[in-house]
């Protein structure tokens, strides 16, 4: 922290160098176009939503329940970005731009296995805005960067979608999966990645000397270790989350109710089948009695709601791994079985 005369002029300078290295991010081009068809056959659907490796049912139960309720709102969410591959609109905060490859990388690790690359476009450019708002949180708390820097550090992080992605890529090549890391081998990725997205190495130098200056390496470690959102864009992804949060990301507000409440529940699903409403449902961290060996059941899992028949009085559901059951992941539950089953759930206006 900054306590005197030349430490306030050091910081200004490193501010000023940051406004410059901003200024000249946001005019730089990346590179390549996409990587392979951005829809497949079923288009936006839930039809070709799948689940990867990550613990991510709760944000592709989300999307696929969107992807019935409101394709087009999904469809406009994605655009090609100047930069190169595409950006991600939200209803709120800045666009992600999301490249060709980390839409490779996801695609190697098996992160996403859906149809056409649109889900894993959505799933990126999200991730990235998790990542966004960790690091957000983390300036904003922290008692290391000092309160007149921290403006020009939060202006940065809502403005470079450049800087943003390097250091993603950087953090997740170099943090074991119990968030130790070593800060020179972090501060040489962050340098090589800020140079293939063609930052100038004099403003990349500026960007890794403001971060030093800021002691943001040597406290970083123990920030991974504690906040996993600011592990890098997957790994926040990976580490769970809660449907709501993905519903507001692209509709603009969502809102939760607990299924022990039947009434105001039976109520939301009549809303549901009259049409643009997209629901997801959670189920209990332990199977309620019967449940545990039905071929639909997963213990603290988030399936889309996509349909109440008042008729029959029975839900259709759909499990984002697009199976258990097979061979898609669709199912119909006894409305008694689905209020039994699911502890909570979470919708769109």
């Given at each position: 922290?900054?306590?005197?005369?030349?430490?306030?002029?050091?910081?200004?300078?490193?501010?000023?160098?940051?406004?410059?290295?901003?200024?000249?991010?946001?005019?730089?081009?990346?590179?390549?176009?996409?990587?392979?068809?951005?829809?497949?056959?079923?288009?936006?659907?839930?039809?070709?939503?799948?689940?990867?490796?990550?613990?991510?049912?709760?944000?592709?139960?989300?999307?696929?329940?969107?992807?019935?309720?409101?394709?087009e709102t999904l469809r406009s969410a994605i655009g090609r970005s100047s930069l190169g591959g595409y950006k991600v609109h939200f209803a709120s905060g800045p666009d992600e731009v999301v490249f060709p490859d980390d839409i490779e990388y996801g695609r190697t690790h098996s992160y996403d296995r859906s149809e056409g690359d649109w889900v894993l476009v959505l799933m990126r450019g999200y991730a990235q805005r998790a990542v966004r708002h960790g690091l957000s949180e983390a300036i904003q708390r922290s008692e290391i960067i000092p309160a007149y820097l921290k403006p020009v550090a939060l202006e940065w992080l809502d403005r470079s979608g450049l800087l943003l992605v390097a250091y993603d890529r950087a953090i997740r090549s170099v943090v074991s999966q119990d968030g130790s890391l070593d800060k020179n081998s972090f501060e040489r990725a962050l340098a090589a990645q800020l140079k293939t997205l063609g930052i100038p190495a004099a403003q990349a130098q500026a960007f890794v000397g403001f971060l030093d200056e800021t002691r943001f390496f040597s406290r970083l470690s123990l920030t991974v270790q504690q906040n996993g959102e600011v592990f890098g864009a997957y790994k926040a992804l990976g580490q769970g989350g809660i449907p709501v949060r993905v519903i507001e990301a692209f509709m603009g507000s969502?809102?939760?109710?607990?299924?022990?409440?039947?009434q105001m529940t039976v109520e939301y699903l009549q809303r549901l089948h009259r049409g643009r409403m997209a629901m997801v449902a959670g189920t209990f961290a332990s199977a309620p009695a019967g449940l545990a060996n039905s071929n639909w059941w997963v213990s603290a899992h988030a399936y889309s709601v996509l349909d109440y028949d008042e008729y029959s009085r029975t839900v259709k559901l759909r499990n984002p791994w697009g199976k258990r059951p097979d061979p898609d992941g669709y199912f119909t539950l006894p409305l008694a079985t689905f209020l039994q089953g699911f502890e909570s759930a979470s919708y769109s206006d």
């Open positions: 922290m900054f306590s005197n005369c030349m430490g306030w002029a050091r910081g200004c300078a490193v501010a000023r160098g940051m406004v410059v290295l901003l200024t000249a991010t946001l005019s730089m081009a990346a590179s390549a176009q996409g990587t392979g068809s951005l829809y497949g056959a079923h288009g936006v659907s839930p039809d070709a939503v799948r689940q990867g490796t990550l613990g991510s049912c709760y944000f592709h139960s989300s999307i696929a329940s969107l992807a019935k309720a409101a394709p969502a809102h939760a109710l607990m299924i022990a409440d039947r």
